[in-house]
């Protein structure tokens, strides 16, 4: 089966805490992206799922004294809770302890084993005792020293398993030369062909003896060693969409055809997960393991989220912002809009809940909601809810919202076409910014007093609904409830399988009669 659907994913997000904002942004922007594509009548897979490996689980599950498992379903329930409270609508789920993704995982590891890409070697260096990991150059502090943060550091031996990651390295630099596009954005390949350029041809541990690391994916040919976690982790975007489902059928319940998918177009990740883990050593696994060029994925990466300050949300600094408390004050769909408008895709911005509050009321309650109450109330007050479609009446004001909105798609996907959600909301708000100034320059209540004027009129309330109806559609991504009610008021649904392209204007038909208006976003107290 020939590929036929965009695949998206995110970055699994480690389950040793609870979700925060920056989780829930980027969860938050492949919904919306996956949205949207289905409006322009795509076939959509969305990825995302949980890490469920690693020291970190391990540890903070020791500390709670209960099984590592146990503990990572415990957090993994907080990630899908939160996932829901936000809307977010995905099609397959990957957590790393599922029994498929471990057999994919050990399957490639032998694989790679058996093609001599796996070695074992012993390595002796600066061990933290604290942090349970071995220490580089990099982490002294700039006395030469390792701080006091790493606790006891000792020499130590350490035999493990390397990846030779130095064998594709010149590979790498020559595909990422070839393919300017496989980083989105251009700064960030940018950053990329920098650090290639500044790299030591190294190999990759990609184990962890158990004596120091229980909690993850047994290595096959070596039952005392476990998988890296990071090396697993990675794996997810294949064997969760797939990949070897007939040679290893362990549990594949579910899945979706792998040649259907692959490559992905976006993964989604943070600018902290690209060098090197999803730049270096991603592609160079799935060369490794014979993905041809053609078959690389794409990534897209995003900036952070910091606290109001713009300081680094973290929590030991206890700034972290939960997103449920800003659900429960704007409504899952005002904190979808505020995440999705106050944030250039690539950028770094600053969570301020006076900027939400703002967002809400002004763009939210005001530009939208007002809109539509008065989109739908006039009609209401001067035609008993009933629309005249072709009124014989035309105007530069008339054709300025026409041209408007039947361009709209167009500038949207423009925008989309570079996942800058906040652009493509630009354009949307600066259309419903000329309705209102269309409302205020037309003055319908002072047509309504004129006879004379009875056909301009009809022709000004069609306009208004009718460009409601197209805004319902374009807001659908980032607001789909809000979508929902807008054409329930309105009294039009777009049926099933309407997409961009069945856009046009003057779906609503004449006679159509308009529903009821309540308001879209009540009033914050
Ligand atoms: N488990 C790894 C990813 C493995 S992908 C094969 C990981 N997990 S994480 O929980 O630390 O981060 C998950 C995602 O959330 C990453 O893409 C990361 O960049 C993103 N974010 C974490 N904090 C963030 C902000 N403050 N702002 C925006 N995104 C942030 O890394």
């Keep these: 089966m020939p590929k036929d659907t965009f695949y998206i994913t995110t970055a699994i997000d480690y389950t040793n805490s609870a979700p925060h904002i920056g989780h829930a942004y980027e969860k938050l922007l492949a919904d919306v992206i996956a949205r949207y594509q289905r409006s322009c009548g795509k076939e959509v897979y969305y990825l995302t799922g949980v890490d469920q490996h690693g020291q970190k689980v391990q540890q903070s599950a020791e500390r709670e004294q209960i099984p590592a498992q146990e503990f990572?379903?415990?957090?993994?329930?907080?990630?899908?809770?939160?996932?829901?409270?936000?809307?977010?609508?995905?099609?397959?789920?990957?957590a790393t302890?599922?029994?498929?993704?471990?057999?994919?995982?050990?399957?490639?590891?032998q694989k790679l084993y058996d093609a001599g890409q796996i070695y074992k070697a012993t390595h002796t260096g600066y061990y933290s005792v604290r942090q349970e990991q071995f220490l580089t150059d990099k982490e002294r502090n700039e006395e030469g020293e390792f701080g006091p943060e790493w606790g006891e550091v000792e020499e130590r031996e350490e035999e493990n398993y390397y990846f030779k990651l130095s064998d594709h390295i010149e590979w790498l630099k020559a595909f990422v030369h070839a393919h300017p596009h496989f980083v989105y954005p251009a700064f960030r390949a940018k950053e990329?062909?920098?650090?290639?350029?500044?790299?030591?041809?190294?190999?990759?541990?990609?184990?962890?003896?158990?004596?120091?690391?229980?909690?993850?994916?047994?290595?096959?040919?070596?039952?005392?060693?476990?998988?890296f976690v990071w090396f697993d982790a990675l794996?997810?975007?294949?064997?969760?969409?797939?990949?070897?489902?007939?040679?290893v059928a362990v549990d594949t319940a579910g899945l979706p055809d792998f040649e259907a998918l692959w490559p992905a177009d976006v993964h989604l990740i943070g600018k902290d997960i690209m060098v090197p883990a999803h730049a270096v050593y991603?592609?160079?696994?799935?060369?490794?393991?014979?993905?041809?060029?053609?078959?690389?994925?794409?990534?897209?990466?995003?900036?952070?989220?910091?606290?109001?300050?713009?300081?680094?949300?973290?929590?030991?600094?206890?700034?972290?912002?939960?997103?449920?408390t800003r659900v429960e004050r704007f409504?899952?769909?005002?904190?979808?809009y505020y995440l999705m408008s106050a944030i250039a895709t690539g950028r770094d911005a600053d969570f301020n809940d006076e900027r939400i509050e703002d967002?809400?009321?002004?763009?939210?309650?005001?530009?939208?909601?007002?809109?539509?109450?008065?989109?739908?109330?006039?009609?209401?007050?001067?035609?008993?809810?009933?629309?005249?479609?072709?009124?014989?009446?035309?105007?530069d004001l008339n054709r300025e919202i026409r041209e408007t909105f039947t361009t709209l798609p167009e500038r949207v996907a423009e925008k989309?076409?570079?996942?800058?959600?906040?652009?493509?909301?630009?354009?949307?708000?600066?259309?419903?910014?000329?309705?209102?100034?269309?409302?205020?320059?037309?003055?319908?209540?002072?047509?309504?007093?004129?006879?004379?004027?009875?056909?301009?009129?009809?022709?000004?309330?069609?306009?208004?609904?009718?460009?409601?109806?197209?805004?319902?559609?374009?807001?659908?991504?980032?607001?789909?409830?809000?979508?929902?009610?807008?054409?329930?008021?309105?009294?039009?649904?777009?049926?099933?399988?309407?997409?961009?392209?069945?856009?046009?204007?003057?779906?609503?038909?004449?006679?159509?009669?308009?529903g009821e208006g309540t308001p879209l976003f009540p009033r914050l107290t």
């Design 416 to 514: 989309m076409a570079n996942y800058q959600v906040n652009l493509a909301l630009e354009v949307i708000w600066s259309a419903l910014t000329l309705c209102n100034q269309y409302v205020d320059k037309t003055a319908p209540w002072a047509l309504a007093k004129d006879e004379n004027e009875a056909v301009r009129l009809d022709s000004v309330l069609y306009h208004l609904a009718e460009a409601m109806v197209h805004a319902a559609f374009h807001i659908a991504p980032v607001m789909p409830e809000t979508s929902q009610r807008m054409q329930d008021q309105l009294n039009y649904h777009f049926p099933e399988g309407f997409t961009v392209a069945d856009l046009k204007w003057g779906l609503l038909p004449d006679g159509h009669q308009l």
């Design 97 to 109: 302890t599922h029994p498929q993704h471990k057999a994919v995982v050990q399957a490639i590891l």
């Design 235 to 247: 794996i997810n975007y294949i064997s969760f969409a797939g990949y070897l489902k007939d040679e």
């Design 359 to 395: 967002a809400y009321s002004q763009d939210l309650a005001k530009n939208l909601g007002n809109l539509l109450n008065r989109s739908l109330n006039m009609p209401k007050r001067y035609r008993e809810r009933v629309l005249t479609k072709d009124a014989d009446y035309d105007d």
């Design 331 to 336: 409504g899952r769909e005002g904190l979808r």
């Design 282 to 324: 991603w592609p160079i696994m799935l060369h490794a393991i014979g993905f041809p060029d053609e078959a690389m994925p794409k990534l897209v990466v995003h900036g952070f989220w910091n606290d109001k300050r713009g300081e680094k949300l973290s929590k030991s600094e206890g700034n972290v912002i939960d997103p449920a």
């Design 192 to 227: 990329l062909v920098n650090a290639l350029e500044r790299a030591d041809a190294i190999d990759l541990c990609i184990t962890r003896p158990k004596s120091r690391l229980e909690w993850g994916i047994e290595i096959p040919f070596d039952t005392d060693y476990v998988t």
């Design 72 to 94: 990572a379903d415990r957090n993994t329930a907080k990630f899908i809770e939160m996932w829901q409270l936000l809307g977010l609508q995905y099609d397959g789920w990957a």
